[in-house]
């Protein structure tokens, strides 16, 4: 099984990527967030994977934080939601919406995702309540404020780099209401890198 895959990206579509990695190319499905996470073809990128087996099909499903994989591996337990029917939950609304809409109970929020109605907004509450205790939910902050060791580590690497510390701050400063939450770390580096750029 894939739990892990890091390599080049050789083509992007809007729902998944074809990942070169030692020489092999690994079709992977995402959320549209995650998709938005995935640079375009030639760059580096690094993505938690479910490798999803069935009778006739393996299937990889990508994610940009561990969160959201999380949550996608508790979705599929929910009955008659498919992974393709996940995906498109996780495409609908950020982690934090949706832990919150499902903690809450909030129909409102759940059946305006796709291929949510009624039903299917009842039984995710129901069963995913308790799926829910023990996910970390904290990489799934809404405010987009990084964590004080990450932005310590991104200053850091922007120095190491030859940035003046002021610029690296500013750059990772610029970074707030940007981020979703738990990104891995190239992510937020090349997000840097783009911001110190602007910034100069």
């Excluded at 995935?38 to 990508?62: D, Q, W």
């Excluded at 009955?79 to 950020?94: C, E, F, N, T, W």
Aim: hydrophobic share 45%.
């Amino acid at each position: 099984m894939i739990g892990w895959l890091r390599g080049t990206v050789v083509e992007k579509t809007s729902d998944g990527a074809v990942i070169e990695a030692a020489g092999v190319g690994y079709r992977v499905f995402c959320s549209s967030a995650t998709a938005g996470a995935i640079p375009g073809p030639g760059g580096p990128t690094e993505v938690h994977v479910h490798t999803h087996v069935r009778e006739n099909e393996i299937a990889l499903f990508a994610f940009a934080t561990r969160l959201e994989k999380d949550l996608f591996e508790r979705l599929i337990a929910v009955s008659d939601i498919g992974p393709r029917k996940a995906i498109g939950i996780l495409s609908g609304v950020d982690p934090a919406g949706l832990v919150g809409a499902i903690r809450d109970g909030n129909l409102a929020v759940l059946t305006s995702l796709p291929g949510v109605g009624k039903k299917t907004a009842e039984r995710l509450v129901v069963e995913m309540k308790d799926r829910l205790k023990g996910l970390d939910a904290a990489g799934a902050r809404a405010d987009g404020v990084l964590p004080s060791d990450a932005r310590r580590e991104l200053v850091s690497a922007l120095v190491n780099l030859g940035y003046r510390p002021a610029q690296a701050d500013r750059a990772v400063e610029a970074l707030r209401g940007r981020l979703r939450g738990g990104e891995p770390f190239a992510v937020l580096i090349r997000e840097a890198l783009a911001e110190v750029k602007k910034t100069g």
